[in-house]
């Protein structure tokens, strides 16, 4: 199978969606547990007054995320079975295609710029 | 609290700098992936969280200033990658 394999273009929309949305749930989950972090090594009064907020803030984002993900059936918190089906389903669709070629091999676009970064020092020989 | 001293601690700080560069990160995604997302409420919320982090980054760019290692930002990457 490869990249132009119609079977790949199947429910492509959906799949890419509930990939994105885990991803955008995650880093909610993360940012709530690394501002929570923060808090705990933080005295000064206007530094914890700001993270109190944004851990808040990121508290309420991630409800939306996941209430969204449920609404669309991306997120099953209470049906274990068909949570361990996607879960499944997407690491074995990911697995396929990392397996597949998508880019060039040479993809070193330096020469494309009017300039190359760090020329003046020798920045293209690193 | 008594009365707000001038720097941050040490600790707060680097906390600090991980959760503006985590916040960053973030920011750049929720923005990039708009492009690519096909859901329009997916794409709506994360335009949410693009507006959010663009004001949290400025809030906490602002308390980063008391950073005891705080210096003056020039426009451009100060250090050239090689020696």
């Known amino acids: 199978m490869d990249a132009l394999d119609p ?120 | 609290m008594t009365n707000s001293p001038e720097h941050l601690a040490g600790h707060e700080s680097l906390d600090l700098h991980e959760v503006i560069n985590f916040k960053t990160l973030c920011l750049a995604k929720s923005k990039l992936m708009q492009g690519l997302v096909f859901d329009q409420d997916l794409k709506d919320l994360m335009q949410k969280d693009v507006i959010q982090s663009m004001q949290a980054l400025q809030d906490l760019q602002a308390i980063y200033t008391k950073a005891p290692f705080e210096t003056t930002v020039p426009t451009h990457r100060p250090t050239p990658i090689l020696n």
């Open chain 1, 7 to 126: 079977a790949n273009s199947l429910h492509m929309p959906e799949m890419a969606d509930m990939t994105f949305a885990m991803d955008f749930l995650i880093r909610a989950k993360e940012g709530v547990r690394n501002i929570a972090i923060a808090l705990t090594e933080t005295v000064s009064a206007d530094a914890r007054a700001l993270l109190k907020q944004q851990l808040h803030q990121g508290i309420e984002l991630h409800q939306e995320i996941s209430e969204l993900m449920i609404r669309k059936k991306w997120f099953h918190p209470y049906e274990l079975q068909e949570q361990y089906q996607l879960d499944q389903l997407s690491a074995n669709q990911t697995v396929e295609i990392a397996k597949q070629q998508l880019f060039p091999e040479d993809t070193r676009r330096k020469g494309l710029f009017d300039r190359t970064p760090d020329e003046h020092i020798g920045g293209d020989k690193a």
